[in-house]
């Protein structure tokens, strides 16, 4: 008999999903472990590999539609089998896209009608080579793949692009230069990535549900610079990757967090949900997506198992290998932009957690100490609270508490 290809269960809360992609069409071989369609839920997007080898059939699935959780798609005949060997099922009833899903679907088809990056039979391709093929419309079969036994790998993708890029040079007043970038020809609708969608929707319940208001300090990094110098050292002794700021910050509020309940906790209706864990959340950036995989019961780790963890997770992130258990649940999330040259910030609360906190560029300035004037790096750190669970007298305890630990962390550590 057929297999049958089921929408599957990919995190615990999840009831439906949608179908971004598909990476194979009616009647193309598979085989087993081969990825052939992607699926979106409320946290993540994740590939589904074909459960067994054989030729892909009754497809019966959209791409932008909500199924619920094990509604069958597909069937995969083995050899030998003809459809009249289908088992009988009436199809789902499909609704029709709305225009931004039809939109999406159009941006992901070739002009033939077949998913642009989708595998044929026999050619092999990594997950990242194939996502990167489909969204620039490239024919795998046109590229030559330099991994093992010619499987095509991200860099072929990316240096077949770079060989084809010939850009047209676009005429802009200088104006017109500042507003918009070159790249990128004015009027051009791009649809939102599956990601992009998800973010998007996440954000805007946040904005029109949480009250947010805003507390910003400027602390002292110096301590933090010092310690951060010693830690290189243990944690080349131990194996562990280079600490970063990022991960000092994390475990540093994780330790606050345990004197700081409301700020780990989570507005559920008309009630505050208190989180025994303290799971820190931390936004990071893929190909232009926003994405927060969390460190899970931080406020019991070290800094080498932080340092350790952090990198798997960035990895993860980098791989497309990370689960919606791990990009989501996270009880408080930080966003350091400082790498980037950014002074300061006011975040967005990751819902339905309470709190985010937002941290700015470390920068030399002039302050006041001893009644003397000198230079010490400093940092803005803006916290964003929901005001339904959090005062302004709680969140600024918060912060004196943050800051206190910053400038003396070997107490907190």
């Not at 052939?36 to 409320?42: Q, S």
């Amino acid at each position: 008999m057929p297999v049958e290809v089921i929408l599957p269960k990919v995190d615990m809360d999840m009831e439906t999903g949608t179908i971004e992609a598909w990476h194979v069409k009616e009647g193309d071989q598979v085989r087993q472990g081969e990825t052939i369609f992607e699926i979106g839920t409320n946290k993540a997007v994740m590939e589904v590999e074909a459960p067994a080898s054989g030729a892909i059939r009754r497809i019966r699935a959209e791409t932008g539609i909500a199924i619920a959780v094990g509604t069958p798609v597909a069937w995969i005949y083995l050899d030998g089998e003809t459809q009249d060997a289908a088992p009988a099922a009436k199809p789902a009833a499909m609704p029709a896209l709305p225009p931004a899903a039809a939109a999406a679907v159009v941006a992901n088809q070739a002009s033939n009608g077949v998913a642009a990056g989708a595998v044929p039979a026999g050619l092999r391709a990594t997950p990242l080579a194939r996502r990167l093929a489909r969204q620039n419309g490239i024919d795998l079969k046109t590229i030559v793949g330099t991994g093992p036994r010619g499987r095509i790998g991200e860099a072929d993708v990316r240096s077949h692009i770079a060989a084809a890029a010939v850009p047209a040079p676009i005429a802009v007043d200088s104006a017109a230069a500042t507003c918009r970038s070159a790249e990128v020809p004015a009027d051009t609708l791009k649809p939102f990535s599956a990601i992009r969608r998800i973010v998007a929707t996440r954000l805007s319940e946040s904005m029109r549900t949480a009250p947010h208001f805003y507390l910003t300090s400027e602390i002292e990094m110096s301590a933090a610079q010092a310690l951060l110098r010693r830690l290189a050292a243990r944690h080349e002794r131990l194996g562990a990757p280079k600490p970063s700021l990022t991960v000092l910050i994390a475990r540093i509020a994780a330790g606050v967090l345990g004197h700081h309940p409301l700020l780990n906790a989570s507005a559920e209706g008309e009630a505050t949900r208190f989180h025994q864990r303290i799971d820190i959340g931390i936004a990071m950036e893929r190909e232009g997506d926003l994405v927060v995989p969390v460190l899970r019961d931080a406020g019991t780790m070290d800094m080498p198992a932080m340092a350790r963890e952090f990198a798997r997770l960035r990895e993860g992130i980098a791989k497309r290998s990370l689960t919606p258990a791990e990009l989501g649940g996270g009880t408080f999330t930080i966003s350091n932009l400082g790498m980037y040259g950014v002074d300061s910030f006011t975040a967005i609360i990751n819902p339905p957690q309470g709190a985010i906190l937002a941290v700015g560029r470390t920068v030399e300035k002039p302050v006041g100490r001893d009644g003397q004037i000198v230079l010490r790096p400093m940092a803005n750190f803006t916290l964003s609270s929901d005001h339904r669970i959090i005062d302004g007298v709680t969140a600024a305890r918060f912060m004196a508490d943050l800051r206190e630990a910053l400038e003396n962390p070997e107490v907190l550590l």
